[in-house]
């Protein structure tokens, strides 16, 4: 049956008191994302209290460091952990749910009314704890969230152990979670404060989209985001649809009623932004907002492809993100952002468009710096945390191997994905992981299925 709240009681304990003894990971390669285009061989991360302490080839680091335990990876490329821009990790319990409907007659016809049914604690916490697993054995360390009852997700991410940026959905509407706008926030604001001393995560406030919240509610995120200095997380121009009924509702697109109000500036992360124009794009550089890019669920929902490179090119941060598994299926960021380049060089007709550095880059330093976590995360760097994966390139599917920052995303798969770190602490050991109970899990899944299974 579903984890009982013992269960969720236990998930308590913090992770960030975890410590790590000094270590050595040795690979055969070693992408640190900063500085750009580097390539490190037969060199080793050395580790210590959970941070990089240094970056040293392979000879220099074990005579430096002689009586440190060493992790050998002689076929792997090691890079920073992948960093999830976008989610709704509770929604992986409603993978597959409602497919091939446009967003939404997915919302209102199937989503909204099953959370409507079945929203709870216990359900946030076990569809959590599923896209965790998911997202630790693909190779992501971090994820930035949207959803309700932030504060058990809180839970289920530090049972993990993974990072996550998390903020709870503000609407103007009911559900089981809160009455109003006001209730929302007053819980945004309650939970940060409740994990404030955890330094694997961090507090966003999210207001799910233009249409779904009034000025009034808007003007205050942008006062609270201010006073506390924390990101604010928004869905905006994800279809024509809801630009059109902005204009026909208040006469502007979406993002000048946003930039009227004050929403636009550095401490805004714009998801999906499909439809923008060039006036829209250079305003976005100009306010330094960030985005983030989830493409499968905007080609599954028909919602378009987003103008990547023209943001790119006009200076703008873009990370990535999946989405949820409701409209994506799966938590793959290593697919995902294979696909941000091949739809980029598709619709510029430029075979160059976002090359592999560059993806690379939007999978790791950009979503860092978008959630104001590029001091800690987001590239391998003495003195940032030791947030790394380890990717086996010794399959046959990856043979020869000429670039490996290439075939990170057009050669491999999640499926060579076979140990993960999170400030030192190794949470995917040669593809097991070593907090989560995979049966336990799957039992819960499976629960969740007939409860949430659609009536014949």
Not at 164 to 171: E, K, R, T, W, Y
Not at 218 to 237: F, G, K, L, S, W
Request: with cysteine; proline share 5%.
């Amino acid at each position: 049956m579903p984890a009982s709240s013992s269960t969720l009681s236990s998930s308590m304990v913090s992770a960030s008191s975890t410590t790590t003894s000094p270590q050595l990971i040795h690979a055969r390669w070693i992408i640190p994302v900063e500085p750009r285009g580097v390539v490190l061989e037969d060199h080793c991360v050395v580790v210590a209290n959970g941070r990089i302490a240094a970056i040293l080839p392979g000879a220099e680091a074990r005579e430096q460091y002689p009586d440190v335990h060493e992790t050998s990876l002689g076929q792997h490329v090691l890079i920073p952990g992948l960093i999830n821009l976008h989610t709704h990790a509770t929604m992986t319990l409603m993978r597959g749910l409602a497919d091939d409907t446009p967003l939404m007659t997915w919302l209102q016809e199937h989503i909204w009314p099953a959370e409507t049914q079945h929203l709870s604690a216990q359900f946030v916490f076990d569809g959590t704890e599923l896209a965790t697993a998911e997202m630790i054995r693909s190779g992501t360390t971090c994820f930035a969230d949207m959803y309700f009852y932030h504060d058990v997700a809180a839970r289920a991410a530090l049972k993990s152990g993974m990072r996550a940026a998390l903020g709870g959905a503000i609407l103007e509407f009911p559900t089981p979670y809160a009455a109003d706008a006001e209730g929302y926030l007053a819980k945004g604001i309650a939970t940060r404060e409740e994990f404030l001393a955890e330094s694997r995560l961090k507090l966003l406030l999210a207001p799910h989209a233009p249409y779904t919240v009034s000025d009034k509610t808007i003007q205050r995120v942008v006062t609270i985001a201010a006073e506390m200095d924390v990101p604010v997380m928004m869905h905006i121009h994800e279809t024509l649809d809801e630009c059109a009924q902005s204009e026909a509702e208040y006469g502007v697109r979406p993002i000048a009623r946003l930039e009227r109000l004050g929403m636009l500036g550095p401490n805004l992360i714009a998801v999906h932004c499909v439809h923008m124009t060039a006036i829209e794009i250079e305003l976005f550089a100009k306010r330094g907002v960030h985005v983030a890019h989830c493409p499968v669920s905007n080609l599954k929902l028909g919602s378009g492809i987003a103008p990547v490179q023209a943001m790119l090119t006009a200076g703008i941060n873009v990370g990535v993100g999946t989405d949820g598994c409701a409209s994506n299926n799966r938590l793959d960021m290593l697919s995902e952002t294979r696909l941000a380049s091949l739809l980029q060089k598709g619709i510029t007709g430029d075979a160059a468009a976002l090359p592999a550095h560059q993806a690379l880059e939007m999978a790791t330093l950009n979503a860092a710096k978008a959630l104001g976590w590029d001091d800690d995360i987001g590239s391998l760097v003495p003195g940032k945390a030791a947030d790394m994966v380890a990717i086996d390139l010794s399959s046959i599917e990856t043979q020869p191997c000429y670039d490996p920052e290439s075939h990170l995303f057009h050669a491999a798969s999640r499926e060579h994905v076979t140990h993960s770190w999170v400030a030192g602490e190794l949470l995917l050991d040669n593809g097991a992981l070593t907090r989560i109970d995979v049966n336990e899990l799957k039992t819960k899944a499976r629960i969740w299925q007939q409860r949430l299974r659609p009536n014949p």
